[in-house]
């Protein structure tokens, strides 16, 4: 197998190859097989070692990788298969018709140094298609075409045809596509870099979808170059951008089409060409996405047709309306309403370097039950709206106004795309807006019942307030997920007090009012607050601490004071003056004036140390005795097994002054001592001395 090469080559004709023919023909029908003459003739050679094009076969490229060959089925349908495969050139000459490539992994075509210079060659006779497909890729470097697809049918739709479905890089010296047929782009990519002279070289260019980059680096470098009778360039879908010194996209005796769905950005930097060229035909702008620049000062031309027009705008998509934008440059593009166009006698020309096309797209509504949604367009000058529809270009801003019927809530906004309505893209619902994308869409909304307020809960139901002072009354909504939880706030008295709508109630004077605080939403709950602004109580505690029980206000309503407290003293009462000699318990609800009040203290003392009088045994329980004395609330009660109390220690405390110690042991000596205490306001016990320890057998 000789190195890196894979090459078909066509039999060279001699005077006599009628009659080889003839026999192959009579042999073939003497076994009984259906190849045709044109199959016969078919030959495969991979690295420069000849394979049957009718045996299945397999091989490893010189360079790497593996191939393997599905032979044809009759005269149909041979697929090749490159798994990272590292080669030269691909050849099949007479092919017998259809011819699949299938890509996986990595492969390499390198033909630089070949003379020949191909990177694939295929040649047949009959009509067919090439097609290159699969989920690997494929770069080729050429030392002259890329990838060439030949057919004695050439010009229309019975000749060779390229269809590519696949990730393909081709870099040569020109030609990286080259036929006399079609080059149909699917899908994939298809990057491609010519050195001298022109980077697409085919009758018919047509793309479908799928991402290409052409760039003819050469001074006689056109990007995509469609020669021959009825040649045409189709731009339906995909990305298409071609850098090129000359003609970014030219058809010689054919029509450019750019059509819906399609982006091309064509740029030329020679000073004599147009990006966009048509010699004998004209351009057909049909909605698709166009940038052209030339150094030419024509960013297109085209000749006239016998309705001395040499451009068309919508003429097959007449519903679509475009954007124009025309400049020196592609970065000083200014809107205008048409593009700026110049006559001559035969043929007619952009006025700009650059201009670019784009569609407007349509943003309609879908009419619906309870809810109405108008459209409008933001853009200044070429905005529109409000309406049931509006245009405009990928990128501007769609503002949807949204007004649901009663009792009824928006709960989703969405547009979808006219051709595909099962895909939902949804609008935030707190801006209500959304950039125009590049296909026609319908606006829907999605509604549900309100929920309503249920109740309304307030943090205070009664409130007593001086006259002056403010407070919040704050609410609490039930349910939780009611879609209007606003409410009102009213006062039944504004003389007394006032409220804002916040919730804040300011006393204006003594008497009563009502705070009403009312849902929103329609359902008309309500709860209320009854207020009262009374007057004044102030409390001098003298160091103790007030019970939250007594009223800084109060209006019509009896006082009972409580007590304060204050630790290590007794409370003894409320007075009215300094002196303490006006004492008060409480408030009659007549009254009608402010308070002050100052509380009285006694430090409380710790008791005197007590007397146990008599301490009596009756089997596991003693019986104790205790003398009465004055400041005292209570006694605590130490009983042991030991005179200084550290064996089975045990208390308890009593009011009374008798006691019965319980769970003494039979026969064991207890030992008794005792100490009084005193309570103060806070409730804490203050004890005094131990009393002499008493033994009990």
């Known amino acids: 197998m000789q190195e890196g090469r894979i090459f078909m080559v066509r039999p060279r004709k001699v005077k006599y190859i009628r009659n080889i023919l003839m026999l192959a023909i009579a042999l073939l029908m003497l076994v009984g097989m259906k190849n045709t003459v044109f199959a016969e003739t078919a030959t495969l050679t991979i690295d420069g070692s000849n394979v049957n094009p009718y045996v299945s076969s397999s091989g490893k490229g010189s360079l790497g990788g593996t191939w393997s060959f599905v032979p044809a089925n009759g005269i149909k349908n041979a697929t ?138 050469g001074p006689y470098s056109a990007g995509v170059y469609l020669g ?64 052209a620049y030339a150094k030419a000062f024509n960013a297109f031309y085209a000749r006239k047709d016998p309705n001395n027009r040499f451009v068309y705008f919508g003429d097959f998509n007449p519903g679509r309306k475009m954007a124009y934008f025309e400049g020196t440059h592609f970065n000083t593009l200014t ?37 109405v949604i108008k459209l409008t367009n933001l853009t200044p000058k070429y905005g529109s709206g409000p309406a049931n529809s509006v245009t405009g270009i990928r990128g501007e801003t769609v503002k949807v106004s949204v007004r649901c019927a009663k009792g009824k809530k928006l709960s989703a906004l969405y547009y979808y795309q006219v051709k595909e309505p099962s895909k939902k893209t949804y609008i935030d619902l707190n801006k209500k807006t959304f950039p125009m994308p590049d296909y026609d869409v319908v606006v829907a909304a999605k509604v ?111 006082i009972t004071l409580k007590d304060p407290i204050r630790r290590g003293y007794l409370f003894k009462g409320w007075y009215t003056n300094r002196r303490m000699t006006k004492k008060i318990t409480g408030i009659s609800k007549r009254s009608k004036k402010n308070y002050t009040l100052y509380a009285k203290w006694r430090k409380v003392k710790a008791p005197t140390a007590p007397r146990t009088t008599r301490a009596v045994r009756s089997g596991d329980r003693i019986a104790v005795t205790l003398k009465k004395q004055k400041n005292t609330d209570g006694y605590q009660i130490f009983y042991a097994t030991n005179a200084t109390f550290t064996n089975q220690v045990k208390s308890v405390s009593t009011k009374k002054l008798t006691k019965t110690l319980k769970g003494c042991k039979k026969g064991s000596k207890y ?25 009990v057998k």
Request: some cysteine; aromatic content about 10%.
């Open 671 to 695: 030992y008794i001592r005792v100490r009084a205490f005193q309570k103060d306001s806070a409730g804490k016990r203050i004890y005094g001395a131990y009393s002499r320890v008493k033994m």
């Open 335 to 371: 809107r205008v309403d048409c593009l700026s166009l110049g006559n001559g006698s035969m043929a007619g020309y952009s006025l700009a370097d650059a201009i670019y096309i784009l569609p407007k797209w349509r943003a309609s509504i879908n009419s619906q039950k309870n809810v």
């Open 80 to 217: 090749l298969t490159l798994h990272n495969y590292k080669g030269k050139e691909i050849d099949y000459s007479y092919a017998p018709g259809d011819f699949d490539i299938v890509l996986l992994g990595n492969n390499v075509i390198n033909s630089i140094t070949n003379t020949t210079g191909f990177g694939i060659y295929y040649e047949s006779d009959g009509i067919y298609t090439i097609s290159i497909k699969g989920t690997g890729k494929l770069t080729i470097h050429s030392f002259y075409h890329g990838i060439e697809f030949d057919s004695k049918y050439s010009t229309n739709d019975q000749g060779a045809k390229l269809v590519l479905n696949a990730n393909v890089t081709i870099h040569c010296d020109g030609g990286a596509l080259r036929s006399g047929g079609k080059a149909y782009i699917n899908s994939g990519t298809l990057n491609i870099v010519a050195n001298s002279f022109n980077a697409v070289i085919v009758n018919q260019f047509i793309q479908n979808g799928g991402n290409v980059t052409v760039t003819g680096k």
């Open 228 to 291: 021959g009778e009825n040649s045409r360039f189709e731009a339906n879908g995909g990305t298409l951008v071609v850098n090129s010194f000359r003609r970014a996209i030219e058809a010689y005796k054919g029509d450019l089409y750019f059509n819906e769905g399609s982006h091309v950005t064509a740029t030329s930097i020679d000073s004599w060409d147009a990006a966009l060229y048509s010699f004998y035909g004209q351009i057909h702008f049909n909605g698709g996405e166009v940038k």
């Open 448 to 558: 549900r019942d309100t929920v309503k307020v249920s109740k309304i809960k307030l943090s205070r139901t009664k409130a007593t307030l001086r006259k002056g002072k403010s407070f919040t009354l704050r609410t609490s909504i039930r349910p939780s997920n009611a879609d209007n939880k606003g409410v009102t706030y009213k006062s039944s008295n504004k003389r007394v007090a006032t409220v804002s709508q916040r919730g804040v109630i300011t006393a204006k004077r003594n008497g009563t009012t009502t705070i009403i605080v009312m849902s929103k939403d329609g359902g008309r709950k309500k709860a209320t607050c009854r207020l009262s602004v009374g007057y004044q109580i102030d409390y001098k505690l003298n160091g103790g601490r007030n019970p939250k029980f007594n009223p800084s206000t109060y209006y019509k309503k009896k």
